[in-house]
């Protein structure tokens, strides 16, 4: 059963990156059919999709976000990986690793979430 | 980018009643690209319906999807007690990929 989970500091000061980890068992991330993506949740926009990696390295990014975002993937950890860079109090969220069916198709298994607090 | 507008925003109803649930887009669907997700406290979304109609594995029948264009409906008939949650969708027509705002089904 695929199963994924983030992992990273609860607390990030303003203006520093945001580093989030997320682990895929049950499954190889190295599937043909598919793609790996982060999403958060915040009260005031709701859910929002931040950017996609597919196992060769292909990414694709939100563009509201895509200046400050990098997604990358480690094939023999079976991780793949966030970076936001220079955050603010409206990066407080709670951020989600999915599996992804493609950059134009939906997430069907989340992990939990970690919940990611800008703060000084 | 595609706004989605979901309404109500809550949804007061007894078990075992219907819900139809709506999603408006902003802008004219020419595929079936939409999905439906159930949040419930402290949970991540589950993902319910996807391409309009298609339920995802594991979910029962009482959970449907319909709809085109701009218009799409999710219906939970008979409501069961795990069901009151938050119900969200998501267009993946074309990207970004965008959510609505979700409807709140609470028990009444």
């Known amino acids: 059963q695929l199963q994924l989970h983030e992992s990273g500091p609860g607390l990030v000061k303003p203006s520093e990156t945001l580093s989030l980890n997320c682990t895929v068992s049950g499954g190889s991330i190295r599937s043909r059919s598919d793609y790996w993506g982060w999403i958060r949740q915040t009260p005031g926009k709701g859910l929002e999709w931040i950017a996609t990696i597919y196992y060769t390295g292909s990414s694709y990014y939100n563009p509201s976000l895509e200046s400050r975002v990098t997604i990358s993937v480690d094939t023999s950890k079976n991780q793949f990986y966030l970076k936001l860079r220079s955050v603010t109090a409206a990066d407080t969220a709670i951020y989600y690793c999915a599996r992804d069916h493609g950059p134009v198709r939906f997430m069907d298994v989340w992990g939990q979430g970690t919940t990611v607090t800008v703060s000084s | 980018e595609i706004v989605l507008t979901q309404s109500p925003g809550t949804l007061s109803l007894s078990p075992g009643e219907r819900a139809a649930l709506s999603c408006r887009a902003s802008q004219t669907f020419t595929s079936s690209s939409l999905a439906w997700f159930q949040q419930r406290p402290g949970q991540p979304p589950r993902l319910l319906i996807y391409?309009?109609?298609i339920r995802a594995t594991g979910i029962p029948d009482r959970f449907s999807g319909s709809g085109s264009g701009t218009d799409f409906t999710l219906t939970i008939t008979r409501l069961e007690p795990e069901d009151f949650a938050v119900y969200y969708c998501?267009?993946?027509?074309?990207?970004?990929?965008?959510f609505g705002g979700g409807t709140k089904v609470e028990i009444k």
């Open positions: 998501q267009q993946y027509q074309s990207s970004p990929r965008t």
């Open positions: 391409d309009t109609s």
